[in-house]
């Protein structure tokens, strides 16, 4: 058996970045960044209210009061997305709306609220004269062009992951399509005579194949694209058949025939097809895990985990290795799973020195973390695994942890989004 960390560094070797490719900005969420992104324009393109008012000239409105109202003549109006062709002078105003463009000549806004607009309406009088009831300084609701982002300003680096911060200023720049790491294709293919599809009648001695939508779902979870191969029998020639048909995706994962018994053949087609560059790993639950590669018709050599069949350490085993490698394709440098310190609240025995992962609830009370033990914990319990928000982690040199201990605790439910 090899260390977690032995394992981890074996199939990061065999994995890398994905190569980049252009995407609708829409569907680029969560991927890497491939290109820097500069500006081609200025933002805003020019300068405009950031109120609904009147534009003047500051000068017109010195010595404006609520008792003692400049009037000023209004020489026309102007709305978002249209341009004034008349000149605001001194004694004279422009309507304007939010966002429209400041016309030439004023160099402030006056609000609505600070005129007598209101009461002018409300009376009856027309709108050809307007009230400033305060004095307005300079540059007063105008936010000028180019005051987010100038032309030629480096806007997004490569590298970082695409939120929808960054979709918004993407769109802002016209940019419908952006250059990001493409998801990886991850083949998932489930193993076992005794498997059934989901829909169909359940036989005597048979069980739904469940690892398949879990591991699926955890691909997609982290960022990749799941392509379910179904279900292969016990035999080599089935199993390479399925196989086969996952040949040209990035990653290939399987679930169980990876343990000592008669009927775990995978172990036996990677050593046909391909190369085994590890097998068993010092955790629990999870120990039977198979890693290698499998040649691809095209030359390329994919690479394969082999997930235990029991469906909670399929997938402790998927959040340990396969998701480090999804990220990797991805682009993303972190692969470590988000992690708290907490209180524990149950006693975990480690009778023969691997790492344990224990299905746990995890909660904040008084800026303390406490995890408490959820359920039985065999692995083939997946209604424990429903219940858990974490995984709290017994070391290899620990031999048991005690209640009040304080425990690193895997947190399930965080996905991370930094590169």
């Known amino acids: 058996m090899i260390s977690i960390e032995e394992a981890l560094d074996k199939i990061l070797s065999y994995v890398d970045v994905l190569e980049p490719g252009q995407k609708p900005i829409l569907e680029s969420m969560g991927q890497v960044l491939a290109q820097d992104v500069y500006s081609h324009i200025d933002v805003p393109p020019l300068d405009n209210s950031a109120m609904d008012g009147y534009a003047v000239q500051s000068a017109s409105t010195t010595g404006a009061s609520e008792l003692n109202p400049t009037t000023l003549k209004v020489i026309g109006e102007v709305a978002a997305g249209s341009i004034s062709d008349k000149i605001v002078g001194p004694g004279t105003a422009i309507r304007i709306m939010t966002g429209a463009p400041i016309p030439a000549g004023a160099d402030t806004v006056v609000q609505f609220e600070n005129t007598d607009e209101e009461i002018r309406s409300s009376s009856g009088k027309p709108l050809d004269e307007i009230g400033a ?28 992951v695409i939120r929808p911060q960054e979709v918004g200023l993407l769109a802002s720049l016209g940019r419908a399509t952006v250059a990001v790491i493409r998801r990886p294709v991850v083949a998932v293919l489930a193993t076992g005579d005794e498997l059934v599809n989901v829909g169909e009648p359940l036989g005597a001695g048979k069980i739904y194949n469940s690892n398949t939508y879990s591991i699926a779902s955890q691909v997609c979870r982290y960022g990749g694209m799941p392509k379910i191969l179904g279900i292969a029998r016990d035999n080599i020639d089935a199993l390479w058949g399925k196989i086969s048909e996952g040949l040209d995706a990035d990653m290939l994962i399987t679930s169980a025939g990876v343990s000592m018994g008669d009927y775990d053949v995978v172990k036996d087609v990677l050593a046909r097809h391909g190369e085994i560059a590890f097998w068993t790993v010092r955790m629990k639950p999870g120990r039977p895990l198979a890693f290698g590669t499998l040649n691809s018709d095209d030359g390329r050599k994919v690479p394969h985990l082999g997930l235990p069949g029991n469906p909670v350490s399929s997938m402790v085993s ?3 290795f396969a998701r480090p490698a999804i990220l990797k394709m991805l682009g993303k440098s972190i692969f470590k799973k988000p992690t708290v310190m907490a209180i524990s609240e149950s006693k975990i025995k480690n009778k023969d020195a691997r790492r344990i992962f224990t299905r746990v609830f995890v909660r904040k009370e008084n800026d303390e973390y406490y995890a408490n033990m959820v359920g039985p914990q065999g692995s083939g319990i997946l209604t424990s695994m429903g219940q858990a928000n974490g995984l709290m982690i017994t070391p290899e040199d620990a031999k048991y942890v005690s209640v009040g201990d304080r425990v690193e605790v895997q947190i399930l439910d965080w996905v991370e989004e930094q590169a």
Do not use: M, S, V, W
């Open 318 to 320: 998927f959040e340990q």
């Open 133 to 160: 009831l305060h004095e307005t300084p300079p540059d007063l609701n105008i936010r000028r062009a180019g005051e987010d982002i100038k032309k030629g300003d480096l806007i997004l680096k490569k590298g970082i």
